[in-house]
């Protein structure tokens, strides 16, 4: 009896065998693209820049000036699965929430959103676009252009800037990886936490009512300094009660993000500043200051103002505690507050 041909890339003809060898390098390859195409993840993940991110303005090739600004950045931002288009993996970026250290002990706060892109046919590419405000800068676009890169992810590893560092430009190398769950910490508001709106200065008009505030959000640990321990505060979801003075019933949603600082060194003193989006308004600044308290951290007690210096002035009188994690979100899961 003739035996059978064996079937396989070693008994099949030279043409055949180097067919399947490509077709196993490619498959190869692929396999190594990072997918999330095929999980179910719709989830909010938060992210934490690391070392080496930094910030740089100035002149770069080709041309040549004097002028060059750097610094180091740490923050976070939050990243949510948007879909597959087949080749890539999309995320929604948003809450952007930095901070740009100077050489000069100056702060530059920077905040926005955008989109974020990884995946691939045969080489892993990503591409990272944000429209960011730069400290008092109107709000620009920044983008990463399609490049190689996107191996390591979850990690993000990606330059960003307005011109492709071309001459005079404003640059972001952003390092981050998603924060550990043990590292998130959400907080819920305690029934005391008030808004309240009023005039100040030259303007005369009665104060409106102290409204109950109700909802959460997360501090996220950044580092700490021989005086304080520094903190991301995301995910504000709060719900301020209708005015009891108008004919509508409405509760005002507050969103935002921000940071929080806690230590001292002879007295502990703490500090909140947050960019919040009160209702339909513009987004604003609200800031405690640096002022005494946090010796009962981890509870928060402080109070948060915006327009200083303007008629009308908007205070909250935040009161929160650690709240238990959710299971499915990076913020706590509350119900609707009953005012």
Known sequence: MN???RVGIFSSSPK????????????????????????T?????????GSPSTFQRGCFAPCLCPVMQ?????????LTAGGTDGLFNKYV??????????????????????????????????????DLKVGNDPVEHFDSGLVAGGGDFPRIDITISIHGQYC??????????????????????LPDSTFQQGCSGPCACAPGAQRPVRGGFTLVELGNDPLF????????????????TSATSTSTPITGAGSYRVGGEVAVE????????????????????????????????IRMTSGAGSCVTTTIDLHAKPARLSTTSAAPTLEDPAF
């Open 229 to 244: 321990t520094r903190f991301a505060v995301v995910l504000v979801k709060w719900l301020v009660a209708p005015d009891p």
């Open 93 to 130: 970026v948003s809450e952007v929430n930095w901070i740009v250290a100077l050489p000069s002990g100056e702060t530059v706060r920077v905040t926005g959103s955008g989109s974020f892109k990884v995946g691939g046919e045969f080489a892993v590419q990503q591409q990272l676009s944000l």
């Open 16 to 39: 055949s065998r180097w067919r399947c060898i490509l077709m196993m390098v490619v498959l190869g390859v692929l396999s190594a693209v990072p997918s999330l195409a095929q999980t």
């Open 168 to 189: 005079y430009d404003t640059v972001f190398h952003m390092e981050a990886a998603p924060v550990p769950p043990e590292e998130i910490h959400p907080y819920r508001l």
């Open 270 to 301: 703490q500090q909140m500043a947050l960019d919040l989006k009160v209702g339909t308004l513009s987004p604003a600044i609200f800031d405690s200051g640096l002022v005494p308290g946090g010796q009962n951290f981890p509870r928060i007690d």
């Open 3 to 5: 035996a059978q041909p």
């Open 41 to 49: 993840d719709t989830g909010e993940h938060i992210y934490r820049l």
């Open 70 to 78: 750097s610094g180091s950045e740490e923050g976070t931002f939050v």
